[in-house]
């Protein structure tokens, strides 16, 4: 089993090298559970898995959502760090389910995995997540959930709810703690 956290700090943005390198991050950290202290272990790039357990903790709300998601891996590091998209199945509600009622996210394209994200990539992307777009297209995402992502609208989250206006549930910025954990 291993364990990685991380929160809104630049460290697990979409963009930063820590998701493609053999590096450890506040080991530490890995010493407890359910707090606030990020960390990446050498679990990392060393443990395989048949499926991960993701949840997010949104900030003020002491209630931690999971989700899991079945996927066999030689390790989290092989699925992530070449950047390559890898799809998963779970469905716009089940990820909006890692945020609760305020979740929000459009309803077109509505693409999800590992290395996730629209044609351009200023726009959403998680590295583990899903991405939508208010139009009919995969071009131009403007809402997400994930983990260590980035993009507009809003480039300063790295776990959580991003969408503009004309989202499910209106325009969302919900910056969130992220648990990774796999087995």
Known sequence: MFTQRFILQGTFHYDSNIWANSETYNIAGGQTVFDSQETKLTTYWDTSFTKICVGM???????INFVVINKMADSLYSLIADGQYRAT?????TWKKLI??????????????YNVRCFWESHSRARIGFVANNQNDCITCNSRIGFGTGGSPDNSSACG???K???DNGGKFIKAMGYIFGH
Do not use: F, P, R, Y
């Open 57 to 63: 903790m949104i900030w003020g709300d002491e209630n």
């Open 89 to 93: 199945l779970l469905g716009h509600d």
């Open 100 to 113: 609760g009622h305020q979740a929000s996210l459009h309803t077109n394209c509505n693409k999800e995995g």
């Open 161 to 163: 709810n991003t969408a």
């Open 165 to 167: 206006v004309a989202a």
